[in-house]
């Protein structure tokens, strides 16, 4: 069956500290991918995603996401992190083929000192 | 453009009692998804539509859970009888289609508390 994991459950950095969540999936096919963000107090929304072309994927807010597929990865990053960038990250999956099952991982929280 | 609406927001009940909660979706978009989310882990689909039509299914309890999404635009998930397990926030999103580019906005939620 297909699943995605993140590595790290919770994370404490202190602003202007690069940002790397790890995102890894199994599933031989083809796969789209997907940051979602969930800012405390709000719905979860889109950062990024990849569906095809260039693996290296910017998003807003300074996010970006490079997929490896010889990995299975799809880690996010930002080079320096605010502290309005304190929420809950989830990287999701979904197969091309058949039903399109969003699948995501257990997500990471993150959490900037100011 | 207003986005996915939900209610009621939060929701209290004792377990063996039933519950059902509401989405509207945005304008437009055929698919709709419900998902569980128990605290510390994902969100977990429970059942997508394709207009009024269940596309996929697999991970709904069918002994305890119905959803419907008639007319293809409002959707109910009922819980009937509720289990202390099932309390979790219940997240509805919708998107244009099914096709796996489009993503999928989500609506503020349902917190159930089964006690």
């Known amino acids: 069956a297909q699943s995605v994991s993140q590595h790290n459950h919770h994370v404490i950095l202190s602003e202007a500290a690069s940002l790397e969540l790890g995102c890894n999936y199994s599933?031989?096919?083809?796969?789209?991918l997907f940051w979602y963000v969930q800012y405390p107090g709000q719905h979860l929304q889109l950062l990024l995603k990849?569906?095809?072309?260039?693996?290296l994927v910017k998003g807003i807010k300074g996010f970006e996401a490079e997929f490896i597929k010889s990995k299975f990865s799809f880690n996010l990053r930002k080079p320096s992190v605010q502290w309005s960038d304190t929420a809950e990250y989830f990287c999701?999956?979904?197969?091309?083929?058949?039903?399109?099952?969003?699948?995501f991982g257990t997500g990471t929280r993150l959490k900037v000192l100011a | 453009e207003a986005g996915v609406a939900q209610s009621p927001r939060y929701k209290i009940i004792e377990k063996r009692q039933s519950v059902a909660f509401w989405c509207n979706p945005i304008?437009?978009?055929?698919?709709l998804y419900w998902y569980q989310q128990i605290l510390g882990q994902g969100p977990k689909l429970l059942i997508q539509?394709?207009?009024?039509?269940?596309?996929?299914d697999s991970q709904l309890p069918k002994d305890r859970f119905s959803a419907e999404r008639l007319k293809g635009v409002d959707s109910t998930l009922k819980i009937q009888p509720a289990k202390l397990e099932d309390s979790a926030v219940y997240l509805c999103?919708?998107?244009?289609?099914?096709?796996?580019?489009?993503?999928?906005?989500f609506g503020p939620g349902t917190r159930l508390t089964v006690t």
């Open positions: 999103a919708s998107s244009l289609d099914r096709w796996s580019s489009y993503e999928q906005y």
């Open positions: 599933y031989g096919g083809t796969v789209n």
């Open positions: 990849y569906f095809s072309g260039d693996p």
């Open positions: 999701a999956v979904v197969t091309t083929s058949g039903t399109y099952k969003y699948i």
């Open positions: 304008s437009g978009h055929a698919t």
């Open positions: 539509f394709q207009n009024n039509g269940v596309v996929d």
